[in-house]
Nanobody, 126 residues
Framework: VQLQASGGGLVQPAGSLRLSCATSGFPFNENAIGWFRQAPGKEREGISCLSNVDNRTYYADSVKGRFIVARDSAKNTVYLLMNSLKPEDTAVYYC????????????????????WGKGTLVTVSS
């Protein structure tokens, strides 16, 4: 099982960026794909999960309305489209996979999934 996040870089505030999560080694359409991020000095945060059960997508309140997840099953790839970026979005972004999305406690998605890829750094700064 392999996942690889890519597409990070430096972007100005209010800008946009698209991250890709390329996957291989498991049935793509039978697994949930989550996106997580970890800012310097902070705990890892679950920001999105595309469910394989009902095709719904969870978004954390911190990114809701700005970030969109899209899936390309032909390429076994999931995209994270990030708009209206803010300096507080600066973090290393990871994608992960499991048989289902992590549980949501309160309004927060847990950060436990079985398979993880290496992260990609997103820096939002002028």
């Amino acid at each position: 099982v392999q996942l690889q996040a890519s597409g990070g870089g430096l972007v100005q505030p209010a800008g946009s960026l698209r991250l890709s999560c390329a996957t291989s080694g498991f049935p793509f359409n039978e697994n949930a794909i989550g996106w997580f991020r970890q800012a310097p000095g902070k705990e890892r945060e679950g920001i999105s999960c595309l469910s394989n059960v009902d095709n719904r997508t969870y978004y954390a309140d911190s990114v809701k309305g700005r970030f969109i997840v899209a899936r390309d099953s032909a390429k076994n790839t999931v995209y994270l489209l990030m708009n209206s970026l803010k300096p507080e979005d600066t973090a290393v972004y990871y994608c992960a996979a499991d048989h289902a999305c992590p549980a949501i406690v309160g309004a927060t998605m847990l950060t436990v999934m079985e398979y993880w890829g290496k992260g990609t750094l997103v820096t939002v700064s002028s």
